[in-house]
Nanobody, 122 residues
């Protein structure tokens, strides 16, 4: 049974940092991604990483502030979030796919975690 379990969310102040983790069990996936969904808004792409960790992609809104990484030995993907802003407030979801290329559309990911809440106060 495939499971993706996120952790690391919380309530922080603007300018603070958080690191999200996503533990994967059941199988390995080539491409891992992070998405987020704020209240009343559609789920949006945040970042993704390929199997080797050599290729990454980021949403323009988080470039330079967020870093995605993965530890295949630990079957875990991370999202380091620095210089957080109130507009980063959302539920963050880990997603996985067996694609050979990095994808940024939620519909291309068929495995999802339950989400972790990140709230950034001003």
């Amino acid at each position: 049974q495939v499971q993706l379990v996120e952790s690391g969310g919380g309530l922080v102040q603007a300018g603070d940092s958080l690191r999200l983790s996503c533990a994967v069990s059941g199988r390995a996936f080539t491409v891992m991604g992070w998405f987020r969904q704020a209240p009343g808004k559609e789920r949006e792409f945040v970042a993704a990483i390929d199997w080797r960790g050599s290729r990454t992609r980021y949403a323009d809104s988080v470039k330079g502030r967020f870093t995605i990484s993965r530890d295949n030995a630990m079957n875990t993907v991370y999202l380091q979030m620095n210089s957080l802003k109130p507009e980063d407030t959302a539920v963050y979801y880990c997603a996985a796919t067996t694609s050979l290329v990095i994808l940024t559309t939620a519909n291309n990911y068929n495995n999802w975690g339950q989400g972790t809440q990140v709230t950034v106060s001003s």
